[in-house]
């Protein structure tokens, strides 16, 4: 097991998760009363861990205490949680797919399919992530819904030899990418291979297709072997509340998200709903009472 996590930690160089504090400046992010932190991840509101801690049960989340350190997961999902900011974003750690074959035996380890679907307030955030297929006699999809609409795309990796690929460079030897639509929240991912691998001589027999954060992957020859031992990488969500605009949200006072006072609704790049953000001159967490105070 050691050797298989430094393995990993060699192999990749994922960004350094920030273990943010439960609160930035010491100002509450949750409700009173609430957990603010699960483990290395903060808590803010509107998510919460009970029905009085978050606005909807959308924001459920579950703080797993029988990991040490502790481990958060989305509503009683296996979708871990490593980290929720008030700008918007969520990072989860998402299956990889992968698709080996061992000649040998005879025998072939697959699990070319693994999918996602979020519920609506979350959709995949298409700036930060990126369609990833590693491998030498690869291709892969990747498939689903947009708001409304479906998408697809795709991507090759093929390779002769170890020469052939470059440190650091996806361009397609043995490594490929592309970027996803907008408002992507059902994301399917399909991975085979031209020939089995037949004429693939120096690596072992096997295809990986992932979404993935761009700055959390840089690929090296490695990771033709080393995606083996891997299961799960980071991928970047967009979270907003509602699913409706902000002056509609604002209409309604009983359920208006933004409560601070000097703070602003608008409306995210991506997915539905709208967000909320603290003044210009003011910090913290424009999602609760008095949430939002002047830095002077
Ligand atoms: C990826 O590699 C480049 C060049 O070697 C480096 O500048 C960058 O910091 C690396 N990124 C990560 C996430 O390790
Ligand atoms: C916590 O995780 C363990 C191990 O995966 C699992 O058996 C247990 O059911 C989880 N507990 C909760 C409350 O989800
Ligand atoms: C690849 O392997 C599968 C299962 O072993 C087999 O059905 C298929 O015919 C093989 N394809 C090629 C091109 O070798
Ligand atoms: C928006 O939310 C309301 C209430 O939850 C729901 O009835 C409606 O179908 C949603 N609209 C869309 C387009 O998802
Ligand atoms: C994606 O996340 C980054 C932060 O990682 C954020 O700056 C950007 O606005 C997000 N993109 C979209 C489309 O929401």
Known sequence: MASILSLITLLF???SLPSTAPS???LPIAKPDCAAACGGAAIPFPFGTSPECYLHYTFWVTCNTTFDPPKLFLQDSAVEITEITLEGQLRILHYIAHDCYYPSTGGADTSNFPSIKLPTYLTVNNTA???????????????????DRNYMTGCTAICDSEEDLTEGSCTGVGCCQTSIPNDVWDVGIELYSYLNYT?????????????VEEAAFNFSSGNLRGLEQVERLPLVLDWAIGNGTCEEAEADSSSYGCLSGKSR???PRNGYGYRCACEDGYQGSAYINDGCQGTL
């Open 13 to 15: 160089t994922l960004t």
């Open 24 to 26: 930035r400046n010491n």
């Open 129 to 147: 992530n990126k369609f990833t297929i590693v491998g030498c006699d690869t291709y892969g999809f990747i498939s689903g819904q947009r708001l």
């Open 199 to 211: 004429y693939v001589w120096n690596f072992d027999r096997c295809g990986f297709a992932f979404l």
């Open 265 to 267: 609704c608008y409306k």
